[in-house]
């Protein structure tokens, strides 16, 4: 259509011409050539250049490539998570000489998916031969730091039985997180342990049992026996938890890690632990419990209990939380090499007080800061300051 118009215009002007300047045939049939050969230029180069057919090698390499060997799907679902706190920690005991120590705790790990029902986890840690401690405490002119498997282990978790999982290797506790009147927060139990838990609708049932390897006697191995059973309960806007915890070993004693504060090597302890949960105002607060006796312990020394409250919940950036226990653990109530390496330098027969503080400066980005004010296992006073900077990431 733009063509006819065009033309058509050439021709008026054409004969326009004509008439003014009376030209010969032959002028006018140049004219309109020349014209027409413009026409045809302009068309050549409005319309849009067709993308050239890929060659015949390029074809067979997007070919391979779309065929070739996939990615494992596991690797793709993969995470690596870790994380770093830096410590600044204050120890002052009757009759020694107080103690300032900087120390880090450095872990990394890759969490990831086997398949849809097998997860798995392997974590490296700093910290040298010690199962309640991951610390690096600074100050060893500059020597290169050691690193330790921390965690590896496998969850399986079959689709037919949905919230249970059988974890093997070396794994978090599989029980209810504690107060450590127990055990350490970094102690990571070695063995098969199977957990199950079941929701319905304001009603939680929590159950687990495991079996751990604690020392390879060449015969008949030290072992752990585990069982634990919890149920939670909400009412409106408040939280109720009991439960009841049995740790049994099993085949030759522990005195071989005893801290030196144990009288026994034997040990079936009988747990008992609630707390409840509310929010106040929308304040959280939580008021918690525990009592543990070890019914094989061959002095009257063999109970242990801890009160405490918290106030707050440090995990939104600005948010804060505050917490208090008051414990008391009896020299054979609890297996020493285990229990909380802070409280009392991890002594049992010692007692005390805990205040602890956090603040979420951003995210991923932690304060907290810890008082401990305690007589320890062997009757002295003794008081730590620890001051915490937590990175996750």
């Not at 004509?18 to 319309?47: F, G, M, N, Y």
């Not at 490539?65 to 596991?74: A, D, F, Q, V, Y």
């Amino acid at each position: 259509m733009k063509r006819i118009w065009i033309t058509g215009a050439a021709v008026a002007l054409t004969v326009s011409a004509v008439w003014a300047e009376d030209p010969t045939l032959a002028e006018l049939q140049a004219q309109l050539k020349e014209l027409s050969a413009k026409i045809e230029k302009l068309e050549r180069q409005q319309a849009s250049p067709a993308a050239p057919a890929p060659s015949a090698d390029l074809t067979a390499r997007i070919e391979k490539l779309e065929n070739g060997p996939k990615i494992p799907e596991w690797v793709t679902n993969t995470k690596i998570k870790g994380d770093l706190r830096y410590r600044y920690e204050n120890t002052e005991v009757d009759g020694s000489n107080s103690a300032d120590r900087q120390r880090a705790r450095a872990r990394i790990g890759a969490y990831g998916s086997v398949n849809d029902y097998i997860d798995y986890g392997i974590r490296f840690a700093t910290g040298k031969d010690s199962a309640t401690s991951a610390n690096e405490t600074l100050g060893d002119e500059f020597l290169k730091d050691d690193a330790y498997f921390d965690l590896y282990y496998v969850d399986i978790h079959p689709e037919q039985f949905k919230g249970a999982h059988v974890i093997l290797g070396k794994m978090k506790k599989p029980w209810l997180k504690g107060s450590g009147l127990i055990w350490d927060g970094d102690t990571n139990p070695e063995g098969i342990a199977v957990k199950y838990d079941k929701k319905f609708e304001d009603t939680t049932l929590f159950a687990s049992a495991g079996s751990f390897v604690v020392s390879d006697n060449k015969g008949d191995d030290a072992q752990l026996w585990s069982g634990q059973a919890a149920v939670e309960q909400s009412i409106d806007s408040i939280k109720f938890l009991g439960g009841a915890s049995l740790y049994h070993v099993q085949n030759g004693d522990v005195s071989g890690l005893s801290a030196g504060q144990n009288l026994t090597a034997q040990f079936n302890i009988v747990e008992g632990f609630g707390s409840i949960s509310a929010k106040p105002c929308g304040l959280p607060v939580k008021v918690h419990g525990q009592y543990a006796v070890n019914t094989e312990a061959v002095a009257n020394d063999d109970t242990a209990y801890l009160v405490g409250v918290v106030l707050g919940k440090a995990k939104a950036p600005g948010s804060w939380e505050i917490g208090y226990n008051w414990r008391d653990t009896g020299r054979d109530a609890v297996i020493d090499a285990f229990n909380d390496s802070d409280f009392a330098g991890g002594d049992t027969g010692s007692y005390g007080h805990q205040v602890k503080a956090k603040y979420q400066i951003s995210e991923n980005f932690q304060a907290a800061g810890t008082y401990f004010n305690t007589v320890n296992g062997d009757g002295a006073d003794e008081d730590m300051v620890q001051l915490d900077l937590n990175f996750n990431f």
